[in-house]
């Protein structure tokens, strides 16, 4: 069965790096999103992006995120500058969004466990 | 999007149904309900989702009142690797990104 997949599955840095989270999406989905979960704290949407553009964002993804999708595989979330408040579960998911009715659940992926030191 | 209200969390014995309520009882006729999960720290799990009929998959059955103002998740036998937090999630179809709104859901333990 086709899942989304995110490497690394743990990632360390230091206040004030950059990171870069990689998602591998469902091949023929359309739509892919941004999550992030801080411990013991709720699932929260960052971005959306649909035929390469950013389709909707949070007010939490503010100028230190970027998305984009280099080739037709991989969705990236960049954060330039991170803050200890970054630490947080990063889950990728996407959606078909075609079909007869159209699909519009969402299939996650695993999550990138980032920590910010 | 309509608010959901769920209880904070249930116990349910090894093999029995789970049955999981959510209220939504501003809910519009344009809305879906759908169901997610999430097991310890995993990404979150598509269930089903439904309009105003039943549903059913091979994951749950989704029941869902007549005025469309509350609905059921029901895991017909569920086993320990069903212990997780279950989201209900109201969303509007056929406009936007539907990225999803999580609540706290409901924390089910499932029972040996």
């Known amino acids: 069965e086709p899942e989304v997949t995110q490497t690394p599955s743990h990632q360390v840095t230091q206040m004030g790096q950059e990171v870069i989270l990689r998602c591998v999406p469902i091949?023929?989905?359309?739509?892919f999103y941004w999550y992030r979960q801080i411990l013991g704290q709720k699932v929260e949407f960052l971005v959306s992006f649909y035929n390469n553009e950013i389709s909707e964002k949070s007010e939490i993804f503010d100028d230190q995120f970027s998305v984009e999708r280099p080739d037709g595989s991989n969705f990236t979330l960049k954060i330039r500058s991170t803050k200890l408040e970054d630490s947080a579960m990063y889950f990728c998911a996407s959606r078909a969004g075609t079909g007869i009715p159209v699909a519009y659940e969402q299939y996650f992926g695993p999550g990138t466990r980032l920590t910010v030191t | 999007d309509a608010k959901t209200t769920q209880p904070p969390s249930m116990d349910c014995a090894e093999g029995r149904a789970a049955n999981l309520p959510c209220n939504h009882s501003?809910?519009?006729?344009?809305?879906?309900v759908y169901w997610y999960r999430q097991i310890h720290s995993q990404g979150p799990q598509y269930i089903i989702h439904?309009?105003?009929n039943n549903e059913t998959n091979e994951m749950a059955s989704l029941i869902i009142t007549e005025d469309r103002k509350s609905s059921t998740l029901i895991l017909p036998h569920a086993t320990l690797r069903d212990t997780a937090v279950y989201y209900c999630?109201?969303?509007?179809?056929?406009?936007?990104?539907?990225?999803?709104?999580f609540g706290k859901g409901t924390k089910l333990s499932v029972i040996p």
């Open positions: 091949s023929n989905h359309l739509y």
């Open positions: 439904g309009l105003k």
């Open positions: 999630i109201v969303r509007v179809s056929g406009a936007g990104s539907y990225q999803l709104t």
């Open positions: 501003t809910i519009s006729g344009n809305e879906y």
